[in-house]
Every structure is written in C-alpha cells, then in structure tokens.
C-alpha cells in the first residue's frame, strides 16, 4: 500500500518561518513527480510547489518565499516556508503523481497537516 505522511504544521506567527516534510513508501519514489497543495476553510485547493526531476514551480502568492526538495535516497520532500503570511493558513498535502499514459495519471495524497499564522 501506498503511504503518504505529512508532518510539521503548527501555528506560527506572521514572518515566522516553519518546514513540512513529506514521506512516503509504497512506491517507487524517484518515478514520481512531488508536490504541496493547500486548501483553506471555504476555498479551493491550490498547487502550492512542485518539483519534477530538478525542476520546481510556485504559486505566484508563495514564489520567493517558500523552497521545495526532495531527497530521493529518503523517500522525502519538503517544504521550506519563509515570512509566513496570515493568508498562507491552511491544510496543506503532500501529493505525489506519474503520467501513465497521455491524459491519465497515477496520483497519492497524504492526509495533510494544519498550518496557522496568526499572531
């Protein structure tokens, strides 16, 4: 079975700074693309940073501030977050993708962990 664990959320005040990590088994990790969705209460799930290969890509609300890796011989990736903004509250996940054929993907996602900035 696939398992897919976040850890690291807490609440922290605005320009604080925290990292989630991201674990997972079950698959073949270094096949797989890496990435962190948030969802606020009453919005949409957003991609918050992808990293594909050495390749990585941001939300414009984040870029700058906000640093994914991944450490393929670990089976995790990670999340640096920096000047944390009230607006940056959140559940965030950690989902990991493959395209199996054009149109069609073999995606996981974890459970998520809670991120509160506020002072």
């Known amino acids: 079975q696939v398992h897919i664990v976040e850890s690291g959320g807490k609440l922290v005040h605005p320009g604080g700074s925290l990292r989630l990590s991201c674990g997972v088994s079950g698959l073949s990790f270094s096949d797989f693309r890496m990435g962190w969705h948030r969802q606020a209460p009453g919005k949409l799930r957003e991609m918050v940073a992808r990293?594909?290969?050495?390749?990585?890509n941001y939300a414009p609300s984040v870029r700058g501030r906000f640093t994914i890796s991944r450490d393929n011989t670990k089976n995790m990736v990670y999340l640096e977050m920096k000047n944390l903004k009230p607006e940056d509250t959140a559940v965030y996940y950690c989902k990991a993708d493959k395209e199996l054929m054009p149109g069609t993907e073999d995606d996981y996602w974890g459970q998520g962990t809670q991120v509160t900035v506020s002072s």
């Open positions: 990293i594909i290969d050495t390749r990585t």
